[in-house]
């Protein structure tokens, strides 16, 4: 049934009507709603930090965030990289922020520095792993979970004023569809101006043409649009870092002494750390996160169910149904899982004939040797039965001669004994 709709009205899209209202309803207050809730949850942010050792990676934090991080300071004798996460609670305001800073320890310190960007990228990943978990579990409870995938990655360049390291281009081009790298040259007071400024570009020159796509700060937003074109400009920034204060003029500032002079860390003309500042984290932090979820994590999200078989459309470009590509993942599972139990089954039948074949090749061996031995035990046997019966006739023929010697012995011994009697009665006569 169809009401009438006071008003007029008109096409806003397909299926979609505006109609004007007669008086105040209230919604217009839905941002505040959104703001004070924002506020009571309070907003985490997830800070990367890539470069070698010693280039001022914990300084510039503290700098950033105007405090005093604990941390063990980095040596150069590590086996490999490892990565190391701190967690902090910052309060400004009535504003709450879990912050999270992961440096990479260790990074660029190896003799072989081809294997360096896997850390990283498997700490990454793993991250995007744990929230889809999260995300795949029955009972998901994603508003009181900990994200902690990296927002943005602050890629410490060191101030050489040539060119980039190879390491810096293959990390840079590892890590750039994993998440906002936001290139930064560090102690940027170690070189000239001149020689900075053509270090930039040099160093925007080796980005385009080796295809690392870092983080440009969006103009889509008109209230911000010509800051962060300007400022997409000025990467990559020159910063410096420090906790020091000195006294400069009347006031006490943030700088660096050398016995040449003084550097400000805040001031415009000598470094880019305002610049870094303002599009970090007062301009830029809630596109960071939202780049972060809705390119990086989307992106690796979809090559992870693609890898499981699953599709938005069907073969037939029929909408997805999560139901049916679980029923069809679990009967093509299922049609595997029975066709490698009948190839290991064949498999199994194919070894224990093979197996029989063999005993029954060993079989007939040993019969076959049991035959030969049978028939040389019987030659053998034969040959000693042969001369004993040779040695049984000599024997015989041996005693035949022994009886006929020792009856013609006794018949001489007689005769003798005979003429010795007859010689001894004619000597009486």
């Known amino acids: 049934m169809n009401f009438p709709i006071r008003g007029s009205l008109h096409r806003h899209g397909e299926g979609c009507r505006t109609v004007p209202l007669a008086g105040h309803v209230g919604f217009d207050s839905l941002p505040d709603q959104l703001v004070n809730k924002s506020v009571s949850q309070g907003f985490c942010f997830n800070i990367l930090c890539v470069g070698e050792t010693g280039l001022g990676k914990s300084t510039l934090m503290d700098t950033l965030f105007n405090t005093k ?24 305001s009535n504003v709450g922020l879990k912050l999270t800073i992961v440096s990479t320890v260790g990074f660029g310190d190896q003799i072989n520095k081809e294997d360096s960007y896997k850390p990283i990228v498997e700490f990454i990943d793993a991250q995007f792993e744990a929230y889809l978990q999260e ?41 750039d569809s994993k998440v906002n790298i936001i290139p930064i040259i560090a102690k940027s007071d170690a070189i000239s101006k001149s020689e900075l400024t053509k270090f930039k570009i040099k160093i925007t020159s080796e980005l385009v043409s080796n295809g690392v796509q870092i983080y440009q700060f969006p103009t889509d937003d008109e209230s911000v649009a010509e800051i962060n074109g300007t400022m997409n400009a000025h990467l990559p920034f020159a910063v410096i870092g420090s906790t020091e204060e000195l006294k400069i003029g009347n006031k006490m500032m943030k700088a660096r002494q050398y016995p040449w002079g003084t550097v400000q860390v805040e001031n415009e003309a000598h470094c880019d750390f305002v610049k870094l500042r303002e599009m970090l984290i007062r301009v830029n932090m809630e596109d960071l996160r939202e ?17 499981m078989g699953f599709q938005d459309t069907d073969p037939d470009s029929k909408p997805f149904s999560l139901q049916e590509t679980y029923e069809a993942k679990r009967n093509e599972f299922l049609g595997e899982l029975q066709k490698k139990e009948e190839e290991m089954r064949q498999m199994f039948v194919q070894r224990v004939k093979e197996k029989e074949a063999e005993l029954k090749e060993a079989e007939k061996e040993l019969h076959e040797k049991f035959d030969r031995l049978k028939k040389l035990h019987q030659d053998e046997k034969k040959k000693l039965e042969d001369k004993k019966k040779s040695l049984d006739d000599e024997v015989n023929a041996f005693k035949q001669r022994k009886t006929a010697a020792e009856l013609l012995q006794s018949q001489g011994s007689q005769a003798g004994g005979s003429q010795t009697l007859k010689r001894d009665k004619e000597k009486k006569n």
Not at 71 to 90: C, I, K, M
Not at 142 to 155: G, N
Request: contains cysteine.
């Open 69 to 92: 991080f604990e941390g063990e300071p980095a040596t150069h004798t590590q086996p490999g990289v490892q990565l190391r996460s701190n967690t902090y609670d910052l309060q400004e």
């Open 135 to 175: 995300e795949l579990k029955i009972r998901r409870v994603l508003h009181a979970y900990h994200d902690s995938r990296i927002h943005a990655c602050l890629y410490f360049i060191a101030p050489t004023g040539h060119s980039l390291k190879s390491l810096d281009l293959v990390t840079m081009k590892k890590l």
């Open 291 to 307: 780049q972060t979820h809705s390119r990086h994590y989307e992106l690796y999200r979809r090559c992870k169910l693609e890898e």
